[in-house]
């Protein structure tokens, strides 16, 4: 072997060698590159902000449309408690109750006469609601103008409830000219529909018209009470409601700052029951985590909830953290000091939220109670009075299902019974035969879930990036392994080679030397 060719040998070895280092040293930085950035997610920082910015609620914003006048499907399902024993109950037996529904309403949502406010930071408007039956999401019988059901006589108790401190002679007045002369009873048969929606009660009417005719004396003591009794209002306002656009801060998104004119409400005992926190439970500050808890104002509770995480869930291949509303929320003020401030009256059992406070100026407040379904999470002598009952979380609890990057509730239930609070009223002998009871009349359960066009949306136009850039990564990982697994190959070729090379040469160096020995050693 000549000189050239030993030197031409040992430059293609040396080449070799830079080259494995080269590869191996790339492929360490590729993968070490992205462990750093799936650790430290800079690219899923990134495409937050990006979203983020989107998010912020303005005129010119891509979901003002959406926010404005929402098409997820948002569904009111009433389930009627049906009485089949109301004559047992008079004569103070346990009350069974039969679970009727769903009676199915289509929720329609407009926001009307919005103005934006100072740099576009909040928004004002009035919320209008409206309700369409929905014969497909109901039971195959469920016909609210035909069925009837068996329930408490509402306008009955809130007379009995009317009269209780007055005077023994306007009692007696309402029980034997009202009550007994129409043959009043605790219980009623009602249609379902003029039960939600309301109807002109025959004795709330005659009631007006005696109340009418009494003398002075006796019409000093009597409420002006209204003739129409409902449970539900349909085509309505939500009241003049100021949120935040998420402009200054986005973690503020859409959080309600004014409800009705007042910041903080006036209603409760406390000022920790009076806030108002929280947005209205469509959506929330985007870049939500398993340690947040989210608040939501109800409106129709006059007070805010608030949910913890209890799962994470996958729902139309969208990963989703579930949040639930705790066990602490239904705890009465004497087992749970921060609820001491909803005891307006009196603390009632764990479970039960009075929410007279919260209707509008009358002269006779009806005894309404709300709870969670069945009384659910409540006290369970709640329950134990009434037969027919079964609480348990996956039907009556309330959840919702938040896409963490968007902050957007994709699937969600707001569950709560409506009761009516029924006692014995010293002279009014209709409701003397019923023991003490908060009494159920329905429950609601109002669902929303995405249709398909906002789930094909969601994916395409923000769950993408993040999959591009875990792609990214993930090809970024791929490839650098590749190249230290090239570097390893040739290195490993490289190793044979010289083996070969030396054991050549080796045999070779023995050959010349078999050659030069002479044949007879002298």
Sequence with gaps: MDVREKRARKCCCVAGWKTIAFLCTLGILLIAAAVTLYETKVLDRYVQRKINEKLVLGPDSEGYAQWLNPTVPIHMQYFIFDVVNPEEVLQGKKPYVFQRGPFSYREHRHKRNVTWNTSYASVTYNQEMYFVFDPSTSCSSCDPHVFEVTTIN???????????????????????????????KIFMKRRVHDLLWGYKDPLFAEYAKLRSEAPEFLRKYLPDIPPIVALQKNDTYGGVTSVRTGAKDIKQLVEWIEWKGQSI?????????????????????PDTSPDD????????????????????????????????????????????????????????PSGILDIGVCQPPSPVKIPLFVSAPHFYLGDPSLHEEIGGLSPNKEEHGTYLNVEPHTG?????????QINVKVEAVRGIVETGGISSLFFPVMYVNESVALDSASVDKLKSEVLSKFVIVHALELGMVILGGLLVLVAIIVITRLIIFKRKQKKLKLVSVLNSSSEDTPLLWS
């Design 154 to 184: 509402i306008p009955l108790v809130t007379l009995a409830e009317a009269v209780r401190n007055l005077p023994f002679f306007v009692k007696e007045f309402i029980g034997v000219v009202i009550f007994e002369h129409y043959k009043e």
């Design 265 to 285: 409400l006036t209603v409760w005992n406390s000022t920790y029951a009076n806030m108002i926190n929280g947005t209205d439970g469509s959506e929330f500050s």
């Design 293 to 348: 808890t989210l608040y939501v104002f109800v409106t129709m509770l006059c007070r805010s909830l608030y949910l913890t995480h209890s799962a994470n869930s996958r729902l139309w291949g969208i990963d989703a953290l579930q949040f639930t509303v705790p066990k602490e929320e239904f705890l009465n003020g004497t087992t749970n000091p921060d609820n001491e401030g909803f005891c307006v009256e009196r603390c009632y």
């Design 408 to 416: 957007i509730s994709i699937k969600g239930s707001k569950r709560l």
